[in-house]
């Protein structure tokens, strides 16, 4: 029987974890990222709970603690940056938080001998059968594979052509992140900063050697083409976080000279299916569940478990492709539901709000 063929579109975490489970399952496997590299830069995340088990499995582990950051206390100010409460991490045995770049080059590193990895190009059509996809390339001549897997995040190519415009299946939570490095290690590599006043929080996090700033405020929304010009992002963190004290003032200059700006909706996606004949989803472009961190944990173990799906069940792609989502679709609900309630405890929105949450982390010390 010839090999199946499956096409991974983007190269971040689920992507090339898929590659390596489903190449390692004897399909022929190539992953497409519109990035010219693997990405440079990337907030801490965890990898935690079930994914912890499937890095174990690819033998990255080593390198993942090699990279991890030494954070062990949040450190939580009041407005005018006096300290109002520590809280000591305590993670589940064996989970890491490392920068997202360095989880990703690992994963790539484990996959880039098991598949072939294709950069700076993307897809812009895909014409599906009943045994299999004509997809069409930005650069690449047109090829025919059995399986299509759109791993290409929250705004998803794969899922806007095959599913349909993203309006559709993006649900903002009405805050908008925006992240930067500043260049230089945190005076306390152990402690992360957390900053608030209603509405708007401002964090630092040390990294692993250079520390990262992060904006995260209540906002009534931004157009796509604020999400595409930098200058308008920059404008619009800058009017949110006019006259909050603290380090602000200088962050704020930092974010007007980053070269390296992330910016975007905190969003939910929410689709009544993750798969359309032999076109399917994987992380966040099925879930998206980026603010805490959990994402990168949940495309792990969901990509193995698509890999796992699809080797038991290698005449039935249909019945895969199901199981699939049932199986993950029980880790991502309750989090999914959870993210509400994260995001008012990270940026209440009002006064009493966060009062009300920095006398609770004073109350419990030892919560992580």
């Not at 912890?52 to 005018?80: D, F, I, K, N, Y």
């Not at 990294?207 to 904006?215: H, V």
């Not at 299916?273 to 472009?285: H, Y």
């Amino acid at each position: 029987m010839t090999p199946p063929s499956v096409l991974v579109v983007g190269a971040g975490i689920a992507g090339p974890t898929l590659a390596y489970w489903s190449a390692r399952n004897g399909a022929r496997v190539t992953v497409v990222e519109r990035a010219r590299s693997p990405r440079s830069s990337g907030n801490p995340v965890d990898v935690r709970g079930p994914a912890l088990p499937v890095a174990e499995a690819m033998g990255v582990l080593p390198a993942l603690r090699a990279r991890a950051t030494s954070v062990r206390t949040l450190r939580v100010l009041g407005p005018s940056g006096r300290t109002v409460a520590r809280v000591r991490s305590s993670p589940e045995p064996g989970s890491l938080e490392l920068p997202r770049a360095d989880l990703a080059a690992a994963l790539h590193e484990a996959a880039r001998h098991e598949a072939e990895f294709v950069f700076g190009d993307t897809v812009t059509g895909l014409h599906a059968d009943g045994a299999g996809v004509d997809v069409v390339f930005e650069r690449a001549a047109p090829r025919r594979f059995d399986l299509v897997v759109g791993a290409d995040g929250l705004h998803s190519t794969v899922r806007r052509l095959a599913f349909g415009p993203e309006r559709e299946f993006v649900r903002p939570t009405g805050l908008l992140v925006a992240t930067l490095p500043l260049g230089g290690p945190a005076p306390d590599p152990t402690e992360v900063l957390l900053h608030n006043v209603p509405g708007r929080l401002v964090s630092v996090h040390p990294g692993r050697g250079e520390a990262m700033a992060a904006f995260i405020f209540r906002h009534p929304g931004v157009t796509a083409a604020d999400l595409r010009d930098v200058a308008a992002q920059r404008r619009i963190v800058t009017e949110a976080y006019r006259g909050v004290g603290w380090r602000v003032p200088d962050l704020l200059d930092a974010v007007r000279a980053a070269e390296d700006l992330y910016f975007d909706e905190v969003s939910l996606v929410d689709l009544p299916g993750w798969s359309r004949g032999r076109i399917t989803l994987l992380g966040d472009a099925a879930s998206c569940l980026s603010l805490l961190g959990e994402g990168s944990s949940l495309a792990i173990a969901g990509a193995h478990t698509l890999a796992d799906a699809l080797a038991q069940r290698p005449g039935d792609p249909a019945a895969a492709l199901a199981h699939y989502e049932q199986t993950h679709r029980a880790r991502v609900t309750p989090r999914q539901r959870a993210m509400r309630r994260s995001a008012a405890l990270l940026v209440p929105a009002t006064t009493l709000g966060l009062t009300t949450r920095n006398l609770a982390a004073r109350l419990l010390p030892t919560r992580g």
